[in-house]
């Protein structure tokens, strides 16, 4: 599976979206994507692969998109 | 003095400060009373529709000095929900924040900080004269989630003792500035602003959650002296490295609504132990107005995993049943608590709000603790039938009763422990529950990650037919 397929695997059932709706989904944008979404989301990523994303990143990752920025720091190419 | 009072001392100390950079002071309040009182009756029932704002904590005062009665809820909460609540209370007045219209299209009676009340067109005049007991003062919700409208009786009484409480064993002064890391409607949250607001401190005003830059941003710029959170609030400062934030103003931390794992306790404790701060961990209920225990801060790493002792006028003691009192060091029973705090009682309908005191002092928490040789309490568990969400209290019968108004016929059965509850239901469809998660957390606010809908042949009942809890499948 690439990144972008595993990225998007864990937004989706996550935040039960489909790949349409992914690029415009926002932290506190929706219900699931509140704090303790973010929390779940933050271990999926780390898990998936395999790095630890620090506080500033924690509070950077603040969109969908953002959040493929954010992963390149650790290397993570979402593309 | 009530809380609430405006004292002359505190005229020029700032009060409140927001993340968007506004400031009042004691004094911008008493001149927003002025301005404002004449426009409402006192004695009226009041919904507040609450954020962390200046207008949100100003007219929930306003209320307060004026007599007149605030349910405090959710902005954001179900709107079905919420009208649910107000068809079963006829509320006098709704105060919404200002961005909303009044869904009637009417006028605001009283305006100011981005807040407006309305007129409810639903409450006949004669309903107006009395029908409030002259002890209540405020009204909370029990399980703001589940729209339940079983709601918290407190009185004037109740309120200022436990901010005077609070306000004496954290040895707070007008020099604090705690952040508003809980919404203001939730007892935990609202007992942080009254025992502060007592000592003319200032609070931090936020709506932003501990994921955004913008809140650590607010907090140090603000100066931020202290907050406080609930269990799956320290899982979150863990996951942001808390440790190695630099957060120079910051003195205390609490911790209340429901009990943190002894890991977690342990870590914090030390680590205020190592920067010279506080970690002061709690216990309280709705029904006790907010507190009703603490573990001081000297205690914090001694007492690992216990939630302390009585706060200063509160006593604590343990029940084997109603009548015996166990004495036994290390033994569990129901946990008993007296105090100028205790609540009225519950209200279930506007009717219920005539009622006067009910408990007379003393509260059966429904909690079971134990308590060591040196008087310190441990909560081991609970008598009733709910657990915590992410802090939030929930009703599992009232979970139930939810599930089978939506779903007619279902057979369904709920259990589970703190931040995981898990529903029964007796379907083979897994895409169901899959949709049934997705309306419950909807429905009530509750992230779907702590629920969780399980297929079960049957549920498990007894020849009453009344569901045995006990008999259902543990984990899976």
Redesign the interface.
């Known amino acids: 599976m690439s990144n972008l397929e595993t990225y998007n695997k864990i937004f989706r059932s996550m935040f039960r979206k489909t790949d349409e709706e992914l690029p415009a989904l926002k932290y506190r944008g929706i219900a699931l994507w509140d704090s303790i979404g973010h929390m779940d989301l933050m271990g999926e990523l780390e898990e998936a692969f395999d790095i630890r994303i620090d506080t500033q990143d924690v509070l950077d990752f603040t969109s969908y998109e953002k959040g493929k920025e954010v992963l390149g720091r650790y290397g993570v190419v979402i593309e | 003095m009530e809380f609430y009072k405006i004292n002359p001392a505190y005229a020029d100390n700032l009060m409140l400060l927001d993340d968007a950079g506004n400031r009042v002071t004691y004094d911008d309040f008493s001149a927003f009373y002025t301005e404002t009182e004449s426009h409402l009756r006192t004695r009226s029932l009041l919904f507040l529709f609450c954020e962390n704002s200046i207008g949100s904590v100003f007219f929930y005062l306003l209320c307060l000095n004026k007599g007149l009665v605030p349910l405090l809820l959710d902005a954001n909460m179900d709107q079905i929900l919420a009208r649910q609540l107000v068809e079963t209370y006829t509320p006098d007045y709704i105060a919404l924040p200002g961005r909303r219209a009044a869904p009637w299209g009417a006028l605001a009676c009283a305006e100011g900080f981005s807040y407006a009340v309305y007129e409810n067109p639903a409450a006949k005049r004669e309903d107006r004269a009395g029908g409030l007991h002259e002890d209540l003062a405020l009204l909370l919700t029990t399980s703001g989630s589940t729209g339940s409208p079983k709601l918290v009786r407190q009185s004037q009484k109740n309120i200022t003792a436990n901010a005077a409480s609070i306000a004496d064993y954290l040895a707070l002064s007008a020099a604090e500035r705690p952040i508003t890391s809980l919404p203001m409607q939730y007892t935990y949250g609202l007992s942080i602003i009254n025992s502060h607001l007592l000592v003319g401190a200032a609070v931090l005003l936020t709506n932003r ?5 913008e809140f ?1 941003d607010f907090f140090n710029a603000a100066g931020a002296t202290s907050f406080g959170g609930v269990p ?1 609030t320290y ?2 400062l863990k ?3 808390f440790f ?2 630099e957060l120079p103003s910051l003195l205390t931390m609490t911790q209340a609504g429901g009990k943190l794992s002894p890991r977690l306790h342990q870590e914090f404790a030390e680590y205020a132990a190592k920067t010279g701060r506080r970690f002061i961990v709690m216990y309280g209920q709705t029904e006790a107005t907010a507190r009703m225990g603490y573990l001081p801060a000297a205690d914090a790493l001694r007492k690992c995993g216990s939630m302390g002792i009585a706060i200063p006028g509160g006593r604590f003691r343990l029940m084997e049943d109603e009548k015996t009192e166990v004495l036994v060091p290390e033994t569990v029973g129901e946990l008993v608590y007296e105090g100028p705090n205790v609540t009225m009682g519950y209200a279930q309908c506007r009717e219920d709000l005539k009622k006067g005191d009910e408990r007379g002092g003393v509260l059966f928490t429904g909690d079971m603790a134990k308590r060591d040789a040196d008087g310190y309490y441990y909560i081991t568990g609970r008598k009733k039938r709910f657990l915590k969400l ?1 802090g939030k209290r929930v009703n599992m019968d009232e979970i139930e009763q939810l599930l089978k108004a939506e779903y007619e016929g279902l057979d369904v059965a709920c259990t589970g422990e703190d931040d995981h509850m898990r529903i029964f239901v007796v379907c083979r469809d897994t895409a169901f529950c ?1 949709q049934a998660e ?1 309306w419950l ?2 429905k009530t ?1 509750l ?4 629920i969780r809908f399980l297929s079960i042949d049957e549920i498990p009942k007894n020849e009453a037919g009344k569901t045995l809890y006990k008999n259902l499948p543990a984990d899976s």
């Open positions: 959650t501990l994921f955004e830059k650590w799956y899982e979150m996951r942001l490295s190695r934030m992410f899959r997705e957390s909807a606010g992230h779907i990650s702590g």
